[in-house]
């Protein structure tokens, strides 16, 4: 599919589609988009951006936008960073530094830093649990499903480490509390918990919104999990991607409107179809509506 959306140079847009992959836009099973297709051509075909907002890496995602013709920016590590590809906004914005042809914006904590952190609550508690740097690639591949080349751009990672928990849960609430009290956050995704610094999606996808030029765009944020709920709590239009294999996240009864959204801590819809068949259906009531 040759789905491309050209770079806003003005960068002006009334409406940002910001999407979680994973379960989402991608099937949790085969990572097919193809049940999303109309969606993905009436997004091109009205030139809105299509912001990959995910727990993957740099290396992953953009491999996949390359597969799907998709030039735009994009969120990566749950919300530790923001590529940009290089002419996209001008000038560029400030506090961003220039990586593999893209200006990075960094929220997150170095990976060596986190790794670090894991040994240490390991060593000093006991706790049982196998990060993607204890892996080699062919077990991520195991873990994932994803081919080799693909687990191995997994584990390139800059900012997150997606662990998988090997203990009890009452151990997991320890390990979140010893966690965060190194300064650490963390949340769930679909296969992994994820330790990463003080970044989430939500965050990231609103600096990033502020980066078009006025009039704001309406943000539409799309996901499936746990760690989508602040992605979801700050955009205009939240949507709840069906899961095959889990309930709704829950949405916290504290969800407190985000400071720069104008409508988040709304609840969010909850499509009837699973994946990215209810990604096509959501995306596209929501073109006709803004358009
Ligand atoms: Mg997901």
């Not at 806003?8 to 193809?34: K, N, R």
């Not at 890496?57 to 936008?65: D, F, G, K, M, V």
């Not at 650490?184 to 679909?190: A, E, I, V």
């Not at 819809?269 to 596209?284: D, K, Q």
Request: aromatic residues 6%; proline residues 7%; neutral net charge.
């Amino acid at each position: 599919m040759s789905h491309l959306s050209k770079p806003a140079s003005t960068a002006t847009t009334p409406l940002l589609v910001v999407s979680d992959l994973d379960g989402t836009l991608l099937d949790h099973h085969s990572y097919s988009w193809q049940a999303a297709a109309a969606a993905l051509a009436a997004i091109e075909r009205h030139n809105i951006p299509l912001v990959f907002n995910t727990s993957k890496t740099w290396a992953e995602t953009r491999i996949l936008q390359q597969r799907m013709g998709v030039r735009q920016p994009c969120i990566v590590e749950n919300g530790a960073g923001v590529m940009i590809p290089a002419d996209y906004f001008s000038p560029a914005p400030a506090d961003t530094q220039a990586m593999d042809g893209r200006q990075l914006k960094v929220f997150g904590t170095p990976y060596a830093d986190i790794r670090a952190v894991i040994a240490d609550l390991r060593r000093e508690h006991g706790f049982r649990c196998v990060g993607f740097g204890d892996m080699s690639t062919a077990e991520v591949a195991g873990h994932t499903g994803l081919q080799a080349q693909d687990a191995a751009r997994a584990r390139q990672r800059l900012f997150s480490e997606p662990l998988l928990w090997r203990d009890s849960e009452p151990r997991l609430g320890d390990f979140i509390d010893a966690v965060r009290a190194r300064g650490l956050h963390f949340t769930r995704g679909g296969r992994f918990i994820h330790i990463m610094g003080a970044s989430d999606k939500g965050r990231a996808m609103l600096w990033l919104a502020q980066q078009y030029a006025p009039p704001r765009p309406r943000v539409m944020a799309l996901g499936d999990g746990e760690n989508d709920i602040p992605m979801l709590a700050a955009a205009d239009l939240a949507v709840v991607v069906r899961s095959p294999t889990h309930g709704p996240p829950t949405w916290p009864e504290d969800c407190s409107p985000a400071k720069d959204s104008t409508a988040g801590g709304r609840k969010p819809l909850i499509t009837a179809e699973i994946g990215p068949a209810g990604w096509n259906s959501a995306v596209l009531a929501a073109i006709e509506a803004a358009l």
